[in-house]
């Protein structure tokens, strides 16, 4: 089935410790993003990146680093500098098509703090 | 940046009830697009509709791009229906590519 998948579904972090969660597409989009949601709240991007080897922060990026060494890969790793990292994190991805962008997301990991 | 607010910010429903959603945003936009959040988590996506009226079943949607708004229709709610509903848009003056400007969510829940 063509789609984003997410791992894992929860994560637990313990103090100064860093997480890495994974995100992976196989609909081929140039590009993908990921967004943080808090109880209550919209989304708001961390960072995204349109091309291999290019990613630009978003609006929440302290605290966070991602890589994109694949076109089907975007890992998301929350840093010890990430003082409140309880949330919902989602990923997202799209096809451009000029103007068209339509985001595609994925189910989303639940990140808890021990 | 560009504002994105919706109204209302809760609604309370009972099955077989129709609603409208709206999407209010401060600046010209060339993508607009409503999104589903179902209690899971999980984001689907409505329609991509900068402007003009678009109907899938028993939802419907309009933007008024000139007017800097856009609604939702949920005609015959059900309680599959129940959950957030998330505006999203891309400001036309941005240089962020792609970036989309999300508003704070409807949380709606229908009743059986």
């Known amino acids: 089935d063509g789609g984003i998948t997410q791992s894992p579904k929860y994560l637990f972090r313990k103090e100064g410790q860093n997480v890495t969660l994974s995100c992976e597409q196989n609909l081929n989009h140039d590009a993908m993003y990921w967004y943080r949601q808090d109880p209550g709240q919209g989304l708001r991007l961390i960072y995204y990146s349109q091309i291999v080897n290019d990613f630009q922060k978003g609006d929440i990026a302290e605290g966070y680093s991602v890589s994109r060494e694949k076109k089907e890969s975007f890992p998301l790793t929350v840093t010890s500098a990430q003082k409140n990292p309880t949330a919902f994190y989602l990923c997202?991805?799209?096809?451009?098509?000029?103007?068209?962008?339509?985001?595609?997301f994925g189910a989303g990991t639940r990140l808890s703090v021990l | 940046g560009i504002q994105v607010e919706q109204s209302p910010p809760d609604l309370i429903l009972q099955e077989g009830a129709n609603s409208t959603l709206r999407c209010n945003f401060s600046d010209s936009v060339n993508n607009l697009q409503w999104f589903h959040q179902n209690p899971w988590g999980q984001l689907i996506n409505l329609f991509y509709?900068?402007?003009g009226t678009k109907q899938n079943g028993r939802l419907s949607a309009t933007t008024v791009a000139t007017e800097r708004y856009s609604l939702l229709y949920i005609s015959s709610s059900q309680t599959t229906d129940s959950g957030v509903y998330f505006c999203a848009v891309l400001n036309a003056g941005g240089t962020s590519y792609g970036k989309l400007t999300f508003g704070q969510g409807t949380i709606l829940t229908v009743h059986p």
């Open positions: 509709i900068p402007s």
């Open positions: 997202a991805s799209t096809q451009f098509l000029g103007t068209k962008n339509i985001q595609y």
